[in-house]
Nanobody, 119 residues
Framework: QVQLVESGGGLVQPGGSLRLSCAASGFVFSVYDMRWYRQAPGKERELVASITSAGNSTNYADSVKGRFTISRDNAKKTVALQMNSLKSEDTAVYYC????????????WGRGTQVTVSS
């Protein structure tokens, strides 16, 4: 059974940090590009960060560049998102997603974890 399980969300003050983690199972993690998306209330889901299957290339939304870092551990089948200097506008549900590095129509999603940035 394919599973992506996010953890690490919560309430943090502006300027604070959180580290999200996503644990994968049920598929060959090392051949999947991994992504973090987020969706704020009343807004469309947006791509926040991505990392290639080998972990040798990353990309970030302009809104999080310099503040967020995506990383992965293929041996542990995990992907992480380190979020620093958090702002209120980072408040959203964060989703982990995996897309096969060749067969782009094969995509898996986690159920999401809530991140709330508020004083």
């Amino acid at each position: 059974q394919v599973q992506l399980v996010e953890s690490g969300g919560g309430l943090v003050q502006p300027g604070g940090s959180l580290r999200l983690s996503c644990a994968a199972s049920g598929f060959v993690f090392s051949v999947y590009d991994m992504r973090w998306y987020r969706q704020a209330p009343g807004k469309e889901r947006e791509l926040v960060a991505s990392i290639t299957s080998a972990g040798n290339s990353t990309n970030y939304a302009d809104s999080v560049k310099g503040r967020f870092t995506i990383s992965r551990d293929n041996a542990k089948k995990t992907v992480a998102l380190q979020m620093n200097s958090l702002k209120s506008e980072d408040t959203a549900v964060y989703y982990c997603s995996g897309r096969h590095f060749v067969y782009f129509d094969v995509v898996y999603w986690g159920r999401g974890t809530q991140v709330t940035v508020s004083s």
